[in-house]
């Protein structure tokens, strides 16, 4: 079975530029999570969606964050414009349905610096 | 008070011994717990999850919930230098009507070093 896609891997932008993170989740999964994780901490929901649906963005910084989840498959989240304190890894993970006791799968996540 | 906090680190056990990896949660309701391992450079792995009082078991790994005390941990027999990793203590909590779509609240994670 394959595991969570994202891309690109790795990515170095100025600040105020704007870059955009494609996802995949596992075939057959319903949900969906981006989530923003900074050096020396753990990792912080952005935006969950069930099929094509916001579940819960109440973290998600929508002066510049932006996300989609188009026929409720993959999905893209955009920063623009991106400030220093962006500089993080940006993680999705996908549940089959995103219950209580369902365990969600990483991708192997997007480092993102910005200068 | 931070929703889910982990015993700082970094934790420094030799080889063949007993890491313990504790964490605490704020919202008494919580159902669901679960640790993940995250090896540097790499995405979390989830190797325990436990949802009752008292303890589970899985190969070398004990998980042990206590809801009263809003206290979960973590016992890793027989440290292996390949556990060497961080330790993400995560929770779901229930929203303000009970229910919860599965959002996972992370501690800020525990550092274990296994040494020869």
């Known amino acids: 079975e394959a595991g969570v896609a994202q891309s690109p891997r790795y990515k170095i932008i100025e600040k105020r530029q704007s870059v955009a993170f494609w996802c995949n989740p596992i075939?057959?999964?319903?949900?969906l999570y981006w989530y923003q994780q900074i050096l020396g901490q753990g990792p912080k929901l952005l935006i969950q969606f069930q099929n094509n649906g916001v579940v819960d963005d109440s973290q998600l910084p929508k002066d510049r964050f932006s996300a989609e989840r188009l026929k409720g498959v993959d999905s893209t989240l955009k920063i623009q414009p991106a400030k220093l304190e962006d500089s993080a890894v940006y993680l999705c993970?996908?549940?089959f349905g995103g219950g209580l006791q369902e365990t969600q799968y990483f991708g192997p996540g997007t480092r993102l610096l910005v200068l | 008070q931070k929703e889910v906090e982990q015993n700082s680190g970094p934790l420094s056990v030799p080889e063949g011994a007993i890491a313990s990896l504790n964490c605490t949660y704020s919202d008494r309701v919580s159902q669901s717990f679960f640790w993940y391992r995250q090896y540097s450079g790499k995405s979390p792995e989830l190797i325990m999850s436990?949802?009752?009082?008292g303890d589970k078991e899985d190969g070398r790994f004990t998980a042990q919930l206590n809801k009263a005390s809003q206290y979960v941990s973590l016992l890793i027999r027989d440290s292996q230098p390949s556990d060497s990793a961080t330790y993400l203590c995560a929770v779901i909590p229930a929203n303000a009507g009970g229910t919860s779509y599965g959002k996972l609240t992370f501690g800020q994670g525990t550092i274990l070093t296994v040494h020869p």
């Open positions: 075939s057959g999964h319903a949900t």
């Open positions: 993970a996908s549940s």
């Open positions: 436990i949802y009752s009082n």
